[in-house]
Structures are given as structure tokens and as C-alpha cells.
């Protein structure tokens, strides 16, 4: 529940909409949706117009209700993730903010006057990963795996998929003990430690989690055979990615990429290649409203493709 | 009989103070357990008081799982804390002005700091604080006085009686 009682009815109506992948809200601009790769205006009452007019224009007012309400009256409790511009709600949907930022020492403190906010929403399609399964395995062992995609390809979606079906295992290898370092609380979808998504038998989540930390800890104290984590970056990454490898663990990373290429150009990946970190890179991509998924080798050789 | 009735009530009155002063020490307490909640678990104040209906064995229990549950419903906390004290004031011996600084904490929304918001209870606690020596102060200037009163009452009534 995160819009406020007089947009109640329009929540409820948005909810029920299958294939939603994002609600737009716009200070004092028409409130939009994308669902199933197409553009929707929203009136107040949660239907679908052809017009920006009729559309429902959010307010400040609005916005900063909804902040509250999505924080559960307690912005103290997200102060953190308000910092990182973004706050991830009950299953997993992440609440992009933007709006004025105030500046401490030459880092964003926080961020008032809302100007906009953007609802990503978490989907599941269990199963999604198994047609390239046979290609992230070998001798019934995983291969360490980069999911490569643009923004809103699905490459946490399939990570979540994958992280089940080693964790439960598959007719290509047994189950195997997964330790998830969920950053975001996007993977697990978490809500006060219990996760909305199943991530399988064998999982253990480090939730809310900075991922060099979180890998750290996991290694030292569940002892994972796979570590999954979800969009790599910074330098620190790189250190804690390369101490997981030396721990002999397989990794299953995300990270944001138009294509293999471009990835293996990033500073992070160059580097963790020359030791062949990643076996398997999987390339998301969306071309003309669909979805196409590539298997790559480590010399880029196109092992297996789907549009 | 007479006698010892007017001496019961005596005691009876004195009694309320104490079990007045204890149970604005309960709610100092649940005040702490807030605040170490959000100072120490960055927990919202929903997931505080969900947890601390959980874990403590006392009057709060059932009503701080019923805020948590309002809040989940997207009710507004301060409403709801306030309604959920006053309703546990009448149930008890306790005044307004008793449970006046537990439910003012809650008036300021949008604390963006949780220093701020830590700040806030702290305050409370202290005003709580102040109560319980107001009342305890109470107690030991009339507790003697309703059992004196009780006492010369009832041997009034006999010697009228008589």
C-alpha cells in the first residue's frame, strides 16, 4: 500500500494489471504506466486514457505522502536507501526518487521537494532460466555467470531464477548451498527478513547488504558454493569479487551492460577476466518490444539464443 | 466491620497512586524499548512496535501488535499511538496528563533523522520522568493521608454508631 486513501482505488486497479513493468510519477504531470512494452495514461480511478488531459496529474502533496507511506511513516528507518535515490518495497519493487538533494561534504544527504518517482515492478516467471541451463553448467558443476543488460531487461528476474534452480537443483546438477548478498532487497524481495520470492532450499540471504561487505561475510559464515549478487560497480566490488574467487566460489553477478563488448571494457571486468573470473556471460537485450537472451563463452563465442 | 471498611478504602486509594506511579514507569519503559528499537535496529515504527509486542509479557503487548497492524493498513501513526494510550489510560488509574508526553513524540511526522526521531522519545522519557517523581511525591504526601482518613472515618462511624 503505497498511495495515499484519496488514489486508493486507482492502486487497487493498477495492481491487478498483468505484464506491469513501471509507474511513472511526475509532480504535476499526467501519471503513466508501461505494461507489456506499451505506454498508458491513468485517471484517478486506475483506467487506462487516450489523453494526457484526463489523465490523473500527481501533486507535491501526493508524492511526499506516498514517500511517507512507503517508508511506513518512518523516514529516519530509510534514510539510507533515500541517500542512494531509491527505496525497494515489499516484494521487491523498486521506488526510483528524484526530486532536490541536499549536499554534505560532497555527498547527497538527502533529497526533499519530490519531483518525480518511477515504480519498477519485481516480477517472478519461475522456470524462465532452464533452457540455458545446460549451458551454465559443466560436468554437473555451475560455471561462475554475468548477466548482462540495459535497465529493465530482466537481468535481476532471471538472476532470481537461476539463484532457485541451483540452489533446488536442476536435471543438470544437484542442488548447491547459494549466498545471496542482496544489496537493495531486490533479489529476495525481503520484508523484515522474510523473502517474497522463493529463492530455493539451499539459499541463504545477507539482506540490505553493501555487496563487498556482504560477499565477505558470506564466505566466512555460511560457506556458499555459489555466491550470487546483484549489479556489480564499484572498486570495492572488484576486491571482494576476486577474494570469493580465491575462496573457490562460483559467482553469479548482474551488472549493467548494452552488450558483451561494452562489459568487457569496464574496468572491474577487465579485470577479474584476466584470471577468467566468468565463464558464461549472459547478454539481455530488448529489440523492437522484445526480449532476446544470449549464452556467450569466454571469447565471446554465441553459445546459445533466444528473441 | 465499619472500621475496616473505611481503613480498606483508605488503602485502596493509596494503592492507585502506586499502581499509578508503576504503570507510568511501564509506559517509560516501552519508551526506551522504542527508541533502542530505532536507534540500534533503524527498525520503523511499525516493525518497533510489532517486535516489542513479541518479545515483552506486558498490558502493551496486544495493543502495540493492533498499531503495527493499522500502520500496515497505511493508517497514520500519530492518530493511532494516541487512541491505542488513551484507550490503555482508561483502562487504568492512569490521568491525561499522565500519558500526555508517550503520546506528543508521535505528533511530528516526517523525522527524516534518526537522531531527531531518538531525540524525540528521549524528551518524552524525560517528561515521563518527571511525572513519575511528581506522582511518587503524591503518593508519600496522601497514601498516609487516605489510610489516616479511612482510619478516623470508620471510628467515627462506630462512635456514632455507638
Not at chain 1, 482505488?9 to 499526467?30: Q, V, W
Request: proline share 3%; hydrophobic share 40%; net charge positive.
Amino acid at each position: 500500500m503505497m498511495f495515499p486513501p484519496a488514489l486508493k482505488l486507482m492502486a487497487t486497479r493498477l495492481c491487478r494489471i498483468t505484464g506491469l513493468e513501471e509507474i511513472r510519477l511526475r509532480r504535476d504531470k499526467p501519471v503513466i504506466i508501461f505494461a507489456k512494452g506499451k505506454e498508458y495514461y491513468i485517471n484517478q480511478e486506475g483506467e487506462a486514457v487516450g489523453e494526457s488531459e484526463k489523465a490523473y496529474r500527481i501533486t507535491g502533496q501526493d508524492l511526499e505522502m506516498i514517500l511517507s507511506l512507503l517508508c511506513r511513516q518512518s523516514i529516519y528507518a530509510y534514510e539510507e536507501e533515500i541517500k542512494r535515490g531509491f527505496i525497494t518495497m515489499k516484494g521487491g519493487h523498486r521506488v526510483g526518487i528524484a526530486g532536490q538533494t541536499i549536499i554534505e561534504n560532497g555527498r547527497v544527504k538527502h533529497i526533499r521537494y519530490l519531483s518525480g518517482m518511477n515504480v519498477r515492478i519485481a516480477n517472478s516467471f519461475p522456470g524462465i532460466s532452464l533452457p540455458m541451463l545446460p549451458f551454465l553448467y559443466y560436468d554437473k558443476e555451475p560455471l561462475s555467470t554475468l548477466l548482462i543488460s540495459p535497465p529493465g531487461c530482466g537481468k535481476t528476474t532471471l538472476l532470481r531464477d537461476l539463484i532457485y534452480q541451483i540452489s533446488n537443483g536442476n536435471p543438470w546438477g544437484e542442488g548447491k548451498n547459494v549466498g545471496v548478498v542482496d544489496e537493495r532487497s531486490e533479489i529476495q524481495g525481503g520484508n523484515m527478513g522474510v523473502g517474497c520470492h522463493d529463492l530455493g532450499n539451499r539459499t541463504d540471504v545477507m539482506d540490505r547488504c553493501p555487496k563487498s561487505e556482504g560477499m565477505m561475510l558470506m564466505i566466512r559464515s555460511m560457506n556458499p558454493r555459489v555466491l550470487a549478487v546483484d549489479e556489480l560497480g564499484g572498486e570495492e566490488d572488484l576486491q571482494a569479487l576476486r577474494q570469493a574467487l580465491y575462496c573457490g566460489c562460483v559467482i553469479l553477478a548482474t551488472i549493467h551492460g548494452a552488450n558483451l563488448s561494452d562489459v568487457l571494457r569496464k574496468k572491474i571486468i577487465l579485470e577479474v577476466q584476466k584470471e577468467q573470473a566468468f565463464q558464461r556471460f549472459i547478454v539481455l537485450s530488448k529489440q523492437n518490444g522484445r526480449f532476446c537472451t544470449r549464452v556467450y563463452d569466454p571469447w565471446q563465442k554465441l553459445l546459445w539464443e533466444k528473441k | 466491620m465499619l472500621l475496616l471498611g473505611c481503613v480498606g478504602f483508605g488503602y485502596t486509594e493509596n494503592l492507585k497512586w502506586k499502581i499509578r506511579l508503576e504503570q507510568v514507569r511501564k509506559l517509560k519503559e516501552l519508551l526506551m524499548l522504542l527508541q533502542n528499537e530505532i536507534t540500534y535496529k533503524y527498525a520503523t515504527l511499525g516493525e518497533a512496535c510489532l517486535f516489542l509486542s513479541s518479545q515483552r509479557n506486558t498490558a502493551f503487548g496486544d495493543l502495540l501488535k493492533e498499531i503495527y497492524l493499522a500502520l500496515e493498513e497505511g493508517k497514520e501513526f500519530y492518530p493511532v499511538w494516541k487512541a491505542t494510550l488513551e484507550e490503555w489510560r482508561k483502562e487504568n488509574y492512569l490521568m491525561a496528563e499522565d500519558i500526555r508526553p508517550a503520546v506528543e513524540f508521535a505528533n511530528i511526522s516526517t523525522v527524516s533523522d534518526i537522531k531527531l526521531q531518538a531525540g524525540l522519545i528521549e524528551l518524552s522519557v524525560k517528561e515521563l520522568e518527571e511525572r513519575m517523581e511528581y506522582i511518587k511525591k503524591e503518593y508519600e504526601r496522601k497514601g498516609k493521608t487516605y489510610v489516616s482518613l479511612g482510619f478516623l472515618t470508620g471510628f467515627m462511624g462506630i462512635i456514632l454508631l455507638l
